[in-house]
């Protein structure tokens, strides 16, 4: 059942690396794995191009894309941390500058990973964690270089709650010895971890940025409280359908905001708030579209796929992202505290990071579910103070403020939206090498 199917390549020109005086090359592999019957996952990893170190001896870092739908190979390479941007330039922030990078289109049915039939499509994180586990061992089983590694989890949105899912089974599979790897954290950023704890906030933070009245918080709140219930009475299905009709009221308060970065305006989301017929169109239009722009797919179904060479000729990238959203719509809704708080006993180093100016997952959201933590430190890290952080490129300027106690890390990036590499470049390579202890 497990077939690993291996390309390898050089890419030149595509890392910038401080203080080298001009581009360093890298190594590529990718490949398939077969991790169930008809459910194939595509992987990309890149060699770290730090001039002054070996790959050998800096960590490899596993990045999972959001959605769930969204491409880690696409969106979270080209456009947030990898080595070439969309236009195939340089990206000076990559963060192959101080890791090696392994991205995953997951869960099946994502990018280039593909079912044979839409029954073999995940339903839920555990079955997500499941097929993770499988494509691990035969990673680390093929490249055992990197058994020794320091091997971090990065996520962003749904990705996060993914990758609690996937870090909790994988401290299980390393004790059970089926992964050889040295699993050293995971990191959540603008994390799906509570959903409701983000729709209850949304109402508040519009409201105190100006982009509610007392008539829209009024009607904002209205509309979260119904999803609140949903979710109380275990109708997840049903909270899916009404966390849908609370963003198009946000929308309809707030002239459209950009659920992303709400300074930013959002053009293709202005332009189409009234398409589609139902709400799961509307939730894929808010939620997968974004990641799926047209520019992207054309780079990646047009020379991407050919200079890869492995992909299967019916294979679309994103072909089939509308389906695996529409899969996972009874387990969206889901809560995944509690395996946050079994990561934390178990002793896994955990980060989470959010941007300021994100509203789907906002930071007001996400530090609610942190104090409902049970970890043991958590009353000791809540009285910790914080401590700023300067953004690399401007010394002068706050860019960032982070607490860490024990296993348990969190950091606030400012000016920084739902895509934080995108918004803030050089703040999340200084994070990455914090949390990677580089720093």
């Not at 080298?20 to 890298?26: D, H, R, W």
């Not at 590529?28 to 191009?49: I, K, P």
């Not at 058994?147 to 599979?173: C, D, H, N, R, V």
């Not at 991407?304 to 969206?332: C, Y």
Request: aromatic content about 10%.
């Amino acid at each position: 059942m497990e077939h690993l199917k291996i390309a390898t390549g050089l890419l030149l020109f595509i890392a910038i690396a401080p203080g080298c005086p001009g581009p360093v090359p890298a190594t590529e592999s990718w490949g398939y794995v077969d991790v169930r019957e008809g459910a194939h996952m595509f992987w990309w990893l890149y060699h770290a191009t730090d001039a002054t170190r070996s790959y050998k001896g800096l960590p490899l870092v596993m990045w999972l894309q959001g959605g769930p739908g969204g491409s880690s190979c696409g969106f979270g390479n080209f456009e947030e941390i990898g080595p070439l941007d969309r236009d195939l330039g340089p990206r000076k922030t990559t963060w192959v500058n101080a890791a090696n990078l392994l991205f995953v289109d997951n869960p099946v049915g994502t990018g280039y990973s593909y079912t044979d039939t839409e029954d073999a499509l995940t339903k839920d994180v555990a079955m997500i964690a499941a097929d993770m586990i499988v494509l691990l061992q035969s990673f680390f089983d093929s490249k055992a270089e990197f058994q020794s590694t320091p091997f971090y989890i990065f996520s962003e949105s749904y990705g996060g709650k993914m990758a609690a899912a996937i870090a909790l089974e994988l401290t299980k599979a390393i004790k059970k010895g089926a992964v050889k790897c040295n699993f050293a954290g995971v990191a959540l950023g603008d994390s799906w971890i509570s959903p409701m704890d983000s729709v209850i906030t949304w109402g508040p933070y519009l409201y105190s940025t100006s982009l509610l009245d007392d008539y829209g918080l009024a009607e904002v709140t209205k509309a979260a409280e119904a999803v609140q219930r949903a979710v109380d009475q275990g109708l997840f299905q049903k909270a899916t359908e009404l966390w849908s009709i609370t963003e198009s009221v946000v929308e309809q308060n707030t002239n459209g905001v950009n659920f992303y970065n709400i300074l930013t305006a959002d053009p293709d989301e202005r332009a189409n708030q009234t398409a589609g017929a139902g709400y799961l169109d509307a939730l894929k239009r808010r939620h997968i579209q974004p990641l799926h722009r047209q520019s992207l797919s054309q780079l990646m179904n047009g020379p991407i796929r050919k200079k890869l060479g492995v992909i299967p000729h019916n294979v679309t990238w994103g072909g089939q992202a509308g389906e695996v959203f529409t899969s996972m719509e009874g387990d969206f809704m889901k809560p995944v505290v509690d395996i946050v708080d079994q990561l934390l006993a178990a002793g896994v180093n955990v980060t989470v990071y959010n941007g300021q100016l994100d509203l789907i997952v906002d930071t007001m959201g996400q530090e609610l579910w942190v104090k409902k933590l049970k970890w043991a430190g958590l009353p000791s890290f809540t009285q910790l103070r914080w401590t700023p952080l300067e953004d690399p490129t401007s010394p002068d300027q706050t860019s960032a403020f982070f607490k860490v106690y024990n296993n348990f890390s969190f950091y606030w990036i400012l000016k920084a939206g739902h895509m934080i590499p995108s918004d803030q470049g050089a703040m999340a390579l200084k994070m990455l090498r914090m949390v990677t202890q580089q720093e």
